[in-house]
C-alpha cells in the first residue's frame, strides 16, 4: 500500500528559532498533500492543504505565516514553523491521497522550550 | 455540514466483547467514508472503508454499517483484544485528491484483559 514517511518523528527546539518537517510519498505521486495538528487527546485539526506548485490553502484561523508550506515536487511537501513559541509545541501530521485512500504519515512531536 | 459526529467519547470493552463506535454525517456529498486507528505518538492508520453503495463490509474482526438515509455509519469490532486499545476516528469526504478528510472526534477504546 501507499506509504507516506514524515521526518523528523521529534524534535526539541528553542523559542524564537525555525523548525521544517517532511513529508514524503514514497511510491506514488501526491499533487496535494494535506497538514494537520493534533492535541492531546484531541481530534486531527487540517491546517493547510499543500498543492504541487503553487500556493497552499489556509484554514480560518491558521497563520500563512507561521507554518509556511512547500510542495515543491509531487513527492514532497515540507511543513516550516517560523519563529516557534511553546504554543507550538504539538503534534504535526501530514496526509496525502492516492487510489486507496488517505494515507498519513507518523507524526512528528515538536517540542519548543 | 460539514461536520462528522463520533460517541461514545470512550468506550471501556472486555476481552472478546464487541466494541461499536457510532458517526453521524450532513452533507449527503460525502462518497468516502474510512475509519482510522491511532496509537499514542503516531499517525492514523486505516482500519477499513465503506462508499455508500454497500450497506456493510467486513475485514477481519472489523466491520463498517453503514446507513445512508439515517446519514450514519459504526465501526463494530468483534472479539476486541488488549491490542485494539487505541483512540478511533470516523471521517468523511467526497473522494478525490483534492477534497479534505472531515474527522469526527474520536473515541478512546479501552480493552480490559
Known amino acids: 500500500g501507499a506509504v507516506v514517511s514524515q521526518h523528523p518523528s521529534r524534535v526539541i527546539c528553542k523559542s524564537g528559532t525555525s523548525v521544517k518537517i517532511e513529508c514524503r510519498s514514497l511510491?506514488?505521486?501526491?499533487?496535494?498533500m494535506f497538514w494537520y495538528r493534533q492535541f492531546p487527546k484531541k481530534s486531527l485539526m487540517l491546517m493547510a492543504t499543500?498543492?504541487?506548485?503553487?500556493?497552499?490553502?489556509?484554514e480560518q484561523g491558521v497563520e500563512k505565516d507561521k507554518f509556511l508550506i512547500n510542495h515543491a515536487s509531487l513527492t514532497l511537501s515540507t511543513l516550516t514553523v517560523t519563529s516557534a513559541h511553546p504554543e507550538d509545541s504539538s503534534f504535526y501530521i501530514c496526509?496525502?491521497?492516492?487510489?486507496?485512500?488517505?494515507?498519513f504519515g507518523s507524526g512528528t512531536r515538536l517540542t519548543v522550550v | 455540514q460539514q461536520q462528522v459526529k463520533q460517541s461514545p467519547q470512550s468506550l471501556i470493552v472486555q476481552k472478546g466483547g464487541i466494541s461499536i463506535i457510532n458517526c453521524a454525517y450532513e452533507?449527503?456529498?460525502?462518497?468516502?467514508f474510512p475509519w482510522y486507528q491511532q496509537f499514542p505518538g503516531k499517525g492514523p492508520a486505516l482500519l477499513i472503508a465503506?462508499?455508500?453503495?454497500?450497506s456493510e463490509k467486513k475485514e477481519g474482526r472489523f466491520t463498517i454499517s453503514f446507513n445512508k438515509s439515517a446519514k450514519q455509519f459504526s465501526l463494530h469490532i468483534m472479539d476486541s483484544q488488549p491490542g485494539d486499545s487505541a483512540t478511533y476516528f470516523c471521517?468523511?469526504?467526497?473522494?478525490?485528491?483534492?477534497?479534505?478528510?472531515?474527522f469526527g472526534t474520536g473515541t478512546l477504546l479501552a480493552v480490559q484483559p
Open positions: 452533507n449527503t456529498a460525502f462518497d468516502y
Open positions: 496526509s496525502a491521497w492516492d487510489l486507496g485512500g488517505y494515507t
Open positions: 465503506i462508499r455508500p453503495d454497500v
Open positions: 499543500s498543492n504541487e506548485g503553487s500556493k497552499a490553502t489556509y
Open positions: 471521517a468523511a469526504s467526497i473522494s478525490s485528491a483534492t477534497n479534505k478528510l472531515i
Open positions: 511510491d506514488f505521486q501526491a499533487t496535494t
